[in-house]
């Protein structure tokens, strides 16, 4: 029973299309996050929300819009997709927001691919 | 600015040895440090902790340091299997409304 589930896993699409990405999590933590992860392989956060409030948005163009309908809930909408959004996007969840004890579980990953 | 460094890309162990992969940091900020391990096309897996008031946290074949002193920490898998073989992450974390960040992660190779 997945604790962080995304989708779609794989997506390919065209430039200057909208697409959105899924999030659920059946942990029932108060704070979801997502994640990418570029060419470079760096993990950096986009977006923070607790108990469906934006918490984190990291200078993110905005293209870029979470919507939490709920706690359980993130999901990522990516308007006029660009070359550069290639990268694969983790969604992640936590208990608390930051501090000490406070593990982040992520889910499997999309990886986006604009062509 | 990086925050979190892991300064070796990939690490290669014979199977049955230690693998030590480390980790060092520069926000003094940070009190709460996580490993996370991630196979290809899966999402990163908390790994194990530590709390900066502590200097070591074992589980099982896990063993992580810290050494507030020096900003470093190191994670120590003994002995290595070929299951392990995986990319690390290093993580850390402040009080407050601060996120985790993580370092660019060490690929690990366990040799059979």
């Known amino acids: 029973d997945t604790a962080v589930s995304q989708t779609p896993k794989y997506l390919v699409t065209q430039m200057g299309n909208d697409k959105s990405i899924k999030c659920e999590q059946n942990l029932g933590h108060d704070t979801m996050y997502w994640y990418k992860q570029d060419s470079k392989k760096f993990l950096k956060i986009m977006f923070s929300?607790?108990?469906?409030?934006?918490?984190i948005n990291e200078t993110v163009p905005n293209r870029f819009s979470p919507k939490s309908p709920d706690k359980a809930h993130l999901n990522l909408h990516i308007n006029s997709l660009e070359l550069g959004d290639s990268a694969v996007y983790f969604c992640?969840?936590?208990?608390?927001?930051?501090?000490?004890?406070?593990?982040?579980?992520f889910g499997e990953g999309s990886w986006l691919t604009v062509v | 600015d990086q925050q979190v460094k892991q300064n070796s890309p990939s690490l290669s162990v014979q199977e049955g040895r230690i693998s030590i992969l480390n980790c060092d940091y520069t926000?003094?900020?940070?009190?709460?440090f996580l490993w996370y391990k991630k196979y290809p096309a899966e999402g990163p897996t908390f790994l194990i902790s530590i709390s900066s008031i502590k200097d070591k946290n074992e589980d099982g074949r896990f063993t992580v340091f810290l050494n507030k002193s020096a900003k470093h920490l190191s994670l120590h898998i003994v002995p290595s299997q070929p299951g392990d073989s995986a990319v690390y992450f290093c993580a850390a974390v402040g009080s407050g409304n601060t996120p985790l960040v993580f370092g660019k992660g060490t690929r690990l190779s366990v040799i059979a």
């Open positions: 992640a969840s936590s208990q608390l927001f930051g501090g000490s004890g406070n593990t982040i579980y």
């Open positions: 929300y607790n108990n469906k409030e934006l918490i």
């Open positions: 926000n003094s900020m940070f009190d709460y």
